[in-house]
């Protein structure tokens, strides 16, 4: 999220400590989160947009209906004192029932934890910028993933590798670490500049306390079949200048708790005194 150091404002207080609070947690170096202030329309009934989503699907919003999946917060202006309806439900993990946040500029209006479907409604007391957000996200999975790192390659006329991991293998290429991870039967790609030796480190965390199985394949031809465990294990292929598949043998996946708020219906209604 980009940072102005003309227009800055900080979240309402609470969601700020929370949002702090876990910077802080993630790293000792963390700085307090500070967030552009767009403007927003004041119009009637409010028009509400993600403010902030830690993960890309974090949030869902389709006019009154919002699904939080994750960290994060929807906001809008409102143009006048009124009272906010909110209808939910959610799904509990760790014991835990999802929470949901109600601030209105700088004052929490509400922290609600929601379960089975019901209703609340918060007072609105004056007009300002109206924040919904959601912080007690939590998800446990067991899962088999494949680690590659250490890349080197040794070749004939060159000594660069290109790799390629599709989002369908459920894992990621690092650039900044130069690791790659697998966690579905997708195969990953490694097409290197020339004939030459490969040398990669796998790893692999278990799943169903098995640890993930790597086949190396190059025109069909199984170059390399390894039984990954917790400990770095060095390989060194001789390959041709055709692309490598690397793929996990036995994936396993199984999702354990995943908490998720879900508001049904959001209505603002504004106080016929004061709404314009």
Same mark, same amino acid.
């Given at each position: 999220?980009?940072?102005?150091?003309?227009i800055?404002?900080f979240?309402?207080?609470?969601l700020?400590?929370?949002i702090?609070t876990?910077?802080? #947690? %993630?790293?000792?170096?963390? $700085?307090? =989160?500070?967030?552009? &202030?767009p403007?927003?329309?004041?119009?009637?009934?409010?028009r509400?947009?993600?403010?902030? #989503? %830690?993960?890309?699907?974090? $949030?869902? =919003?389709?006019?009154? &209906?919002?699904?939080?999946?994750?960290?994060?917060?929807i906001?809008?202006?409102?143009?006048?004192a009124g009272?906010?309806?909110?209808?939910?439900d959610g799904?509990?993990?760790?014991n835990?029932?999802?929470?949901?946040?109600?601030a209105?500029?700088?004052?929490?209006l509400?922290?609600e934890?929601f379960?089975?479907l019901?209703?609340v409604?918060?007072?609105?007391?004056?007009?300002?910028?109206?924040?919904?957000?959601?912080?007690?996200?939590?998800?446990?999975?067991?899962?088999?993933?494949?680690?590659?790192?250490a890349?080197?390659f040794?070749?004939?006329?060159?000594?660069e590798?290109?790799?390629?991991v599709p989002?369908?293998?459920?894992g990621?290429?690092n650039?900044?670490?130069?690791?790659?991870?697998?966690i579905?039967?997708?195969?990953?790609t490694?097409?290197p500049?020339?004939?030459g030796i490969?040398?990669?480190?796998?790893?692999?965390?278990?799943?169903?306390?098995?640890f993930?199985?790597?086949?190396?394949?190059?025109?069909?031809?199984?170059?390399?079949?390894?039984?990954t465990?917790?400990?770095?294990?060095?390989?060194?292929?001789?390959?041709?200048d055709?692309?490598?598949?690397?793929?996990?043998?036995n994936?396993?996946?199984?999702?354990?708790?995943?908490?998720?708020?879900?508001i049904?219906a959001?209505?603002?209604?504004?106080?016929?005194?004061?709404?314009?």
């Amino acid at each position: 999220m980009s940072v102005s150091s003309r227009i800055l404002f900080f979240l309402p207080l609470a969601l700020l400590t929370t949002i702090v609070t876990w910077q802080s #947690q %993630r790293s000792s170096s963390a $700085v307090p =989160l500070r967030v552009v &202030e767009p403007k927003l329309a004041c119009i009637q009934p409010p028009r509400f947009r993600i403010g902030y #989503q %830690r993960e890309g699907n974090g $949030v869902s =919003l389709k006019e009154t &209906e919002v699904d939080f999946q994750g960290f994060a917060w929807i906001e809008a202006a409102v143009c006048s004192a009124g009272t906010l309806t909110i209808t939910a439900d959610g799904e509990v993990a760790a014991n835990e029932a999802p929470i949901l946040q109600v601030a209105l500029d700088r004052e929490l209006l509400l922290q609600e934890g929601f379960e089975d479907l019901k209703t609340v409604k918060v007072r609105v007391p004056h007009r300002g910028r109206l924040v919904i957000g959601y912080f007690n996200d939590y998800y446990l999975s067991d899962v088999r993933v494949a680690t590659l790192e250490a890349f080197k390659f040794t070749g004939v006329r060159c000594n660069e590798v290109n790799i390629d991991v599709p989002k369908s293998t459920g894992g990621e290429w690092n650039t900044a670490t130069r690791t790659a991870s697998l966690i579905f039967s997708v195969p990953m790609t490694i097409r290197p500049c020339s004939a030459g030796i490969l040398s990669v480190g796998v790893l692999g965390r278990a799943g169903l306390n098995v640890f993930p199985n790597l086949t190396f394949r190059q025109k069909n031809i199984v170059l390399k079949s390894i039984q990954t465990s917790a400990q770095p294990q060095n390989i060194a292929l001789q390959v041709m200048d055709t692309p490598i598949s690397v793929t996990l043998n036995n994936p396993y996946f199984k999702q354990l708790a995943d908490r998720n708020l879900n508001i049904r219906a959001l209505v603002f209604t504004p106080d016929r005194s004061t709404a314009p």
